[in-house]
């Protein structure tokens, strides 16, 4: 995933800060922009995991703070439901300028109920999803409870969100009474995706069944039982991301890229914010690559050796399968396991100081399901040895290193 820091002004000329993410060596086929949730920032877990899933499926994707909150410019006092529309139009009009006009709004809680306003004025979107979004953008004010009396009497009360100390002022409140969400999805002729927790507890399940209801044509509903509001864990944004991406390519124009022209058939793109989690592309394939948690990954893939043991394995069975396909031998099914250890070598003397000395040990097992002789179960192990991967990882091997 290449990914770089951009800024744009909206309509007031406050800068807001945004990130522009983009598939691993090649063009998106499609644009998506981001809106967070109210009093969040764009680098909300769920809101990076979601993007690197919309990544993986091709797309780009830009998600932005909205005035006065995270790195942008701008007093979150000011700001309101309005303001947060003319700032994804601001965002819109940086992305078609330098980048590619978006054909796809995703929007988190608030955010969710923002896209759906901002999209009816941007012609070139076709497709817009929720996640945890309201029914109506007053539901914002359950969080302002203890201090709506202050806020209508004062004009301005500081409130306590998420644990952060924010100044709201009435104008909020009257700009969020203003909006009328039923027009809003009467009219809006667009492709919709509510996703939503029947666990929600910040933003009731019973608020996307009015979207849903309210929504013309066509519209889809996802089920993310189990979440919380903030999709707090990673598997639930990830599944979310993956669920958005594929829905949303039925519905814009995505173009497909041709395969690009490069001496080089793997990229491997890791951005300073990911730590671990690499976006691969494999010849037209994307991947993703990491550590485990305890040695400070997400999990969110395989591990640089798993890889390394995967491509093991799947030759194996590749060459396994074509043999016995070219002898109509009757093989069901063939399952490679693998294992990969470092060792001592058995000639070292000194094996348990040097680690020099230690080398790679690849542990196989084949499962071969079918009906077999013997003398056939024997010649198609010995025809595993022969898998092109097995042969290049027992020759001598030499890599050549250039900076770009």
Same mark, same amino acid.
């Not at 793997?266 to 040695?295: M, Q």
């Given at each position: ?63 932005? #703070?909205?005035?006065?909150? &995270?790195?942008? %410019?701008? =007093?979150?006092?000011?700001?309101? *439901? ?5 700032? @994804? ?60 009396? #202050?806020?209508?009497?004062? &004009?301005?009360? %500081?409130? =306590?969100?998420?644990?952060?100390? *924010? ?5 909020? @409140? ?60 990673? #598997? ?169």
């Amino acid at each position: 995933m290449k990914s770089q820091k951009v800024t744009f002004t909206n309509k007031e000329g406050v800068e807001l800060n945004a990130r522009v993410e983009l598939p691993a060596d090649r063009k998106p086929g499609g644009f998506a922009l981001f809106a967070h949730c109210f009093t969040c920032t764009k680098n909300l877990s769920a809101v990076r995991n979601i993007s690197r899933a919309i990544t993986g499926a091709g797309f780009g994707i830009m998600r932005f #703070d909205f005035t006065g909150l &995270g790195d942008s %410019e701008g =007093n979150f006092s000011d700001t309101n *439901f309005s303001s947060n529309i003319d700032d @994804l139009k601001a965002a819109a009009s940086f992305l078609e300028e330098h980048f590619m006009a978006p054909s796809l709004l995703i929007g988190h809680s608030l955010g969710g109920a923002a896209v759906l306003y901002a999209a009816h004025s941007m012609k070139t979107v076709d497709a817009v999803a929720t996640i945890g979004a309201p029914s109506d953008p007053m539901h914002v004010s359950k969080l302002l409870a203890s201090s709506l009396e #202050d806020i209508e009497e004062m &004009g301005m009360a %500081e409130v =306590n969100i998420g644990g952060r100390p *924010f100044k709201i002022k009435k104008q909020f @409140l009257d700009d969020l009474k203003a909006v009328n969400m039923d027009d809003v999805l009467k009219n809006l002729r667009k492709a919709i995706l509510v996703s939503h927790s029947p666990q929600d507890r910040v933003v009731e399940i019973e608020n996307a069944a009015k979207i849903f209801q309210e929504a013309r044509h066509p519209k889809s509903f996802v089920s993310l039982d189990g979440a919380d509001h903030l999709l707090s864990d990673g #598997d639930d944004s990830l599944y979310v991301g993956n669920v958005i991406a594929h829905w949303a390519k039925r519905y814009i124009d995505f173009k497909e890229p041709a395969r690009p022209q490069t001496k080089r058939q793997v990229v491997a793109s890791l951005t300073e914010e990911n730590k671990f989690t690499t976006t691969i592309k494999a010849g037209d394939h994307f991947l993703t690559g990491d550590e485990p948690e305890k040695y400070g990954g997400n999990n969110f893939g395989p591990t640089p050796y798993d890889l390394v043991s995967s491509g093991l394995a799947t030759c194996t069975a590749m060459t396994i399968r074509m043999y016995a396909d070219r002898k109509k031998w009757k093989l069901d099914e063939v399952n490679v396991h693998i294992n990969h250890n470092k060792v001592h070598g058995e000639d070292c003397a000194k094996c348990e100081n040097d680690e020099s000395s230690r080398i790679d040990q690849f542990s196989r097992e084949i499962e071969l399901v079918g009906d077999l002789d013997d003398t056939q179960r024997q010649k198609l192990l010995e025809i595993a040895n022969k898998c092109p991967v097995h042969k290049t990882l027992l020759s001598e091997i030499e890599i050549t290193t250039n900076l770009k």
